[in-house]
């Protein structure tokens, strides 16, 4: 006759089915692990490589950037952020990497009398510029950005192929804030160059607060 069994008995055999082998468990906790990279890579956060040198000197050729791709499902893009964008028609399908310089509503031209650029007519202080063009080659007319777009720059103005270079076609140069994949907002790679990519103030305070949707 089997002895009836107690709540502990029936306790136990759980634990004991629940405990398994490591490795059996090595596959399962791969799986979840190849999930959550997916999911964060997809939904969150993703690495960058750095594939020319536009950006110098605040990014390196080479280097690796993490960019925050949740950030602006809550917030608009700000003047001075360093942005991920792609599926513009600047060349071949590819990310590119800027500076935001304008927003929706701004006015953006160069130069004033320092030869710098200017935003609803204030001239920008940008201590990441690392080479510029000479001024007669750097100067541009007055574009207003149109609603839900942005005029992105390269810090290093001498080598950028950026909103400057397309200012021919029928949005002057300006890229769809639809089209940005995120904000990068740190270097990972190399670790020696680590650092957050903070906005300069001149760029956060540069004119009247621009417009991202139309009124």
């Known amino acids: 006759m089997a002895e009836p069994s107690t709540p502990a008995a029936s306790a136990d055999k759980k634990r004991k089915k629940r405990n398994l082998p490591f490795w059996q468990e090595l596959p399962i906790l791969a799986g979840i692990a190849i999930v959550l990279a997916l999911v964060i890579k997809t939904f969150l956060v993703q690495t960058f490589y750095i594939p020319s040198g536009s950006m110098e000197n605040t990014l390196h050729l080479q280097d690796r950037v993490l960019v925050n791709k949740m950030v602006y499902d809550f917030r608009a893009p700000r003047r001075g952020e360093v942005v991920v964008f792609t ?6 399908e590819q990310d590119y990497i800027k500076r935001v310089i304008g927003l929706p509503g ?13 935003v609803n007519g204030t001239g920008l202080d940008e201590p990441y510029i690392f080479e510029n063009n000479a001024v007669a080659d750097r100067s541009f007319n007055a574009v207003k950005v149109p609603i839900g777009r942005m005029w992105v720059m390269g810090d290093h103005r001498g080598a950028s192929g950026d909103s400057r270079a397309h200012r021919a076609d029928q949005w002057s140069g300006t890229i769809p804030i639809d089209r940005v994949v995120g904000r990068a907002f740190v270097i990972v790679w190399p670790l020696e160059r680590g650092g957050s990519l903070s906005v300069p103030p001149s760029l956060e305070t540069a004119g009247a607060p621009a417009r991202v ?3």
Do not use: F, I, L
Request: hydrophobic share 25%.
């Open 87 to 92: 599926g513009v028609d600047w060349g071949p």
């Open 106 to 118: 701004d006015t953006v031209q160069c130069c004033d009398t320092k030869g710098r650029v200017m």
């Open 213 to 215: 949707s139309p009124p």
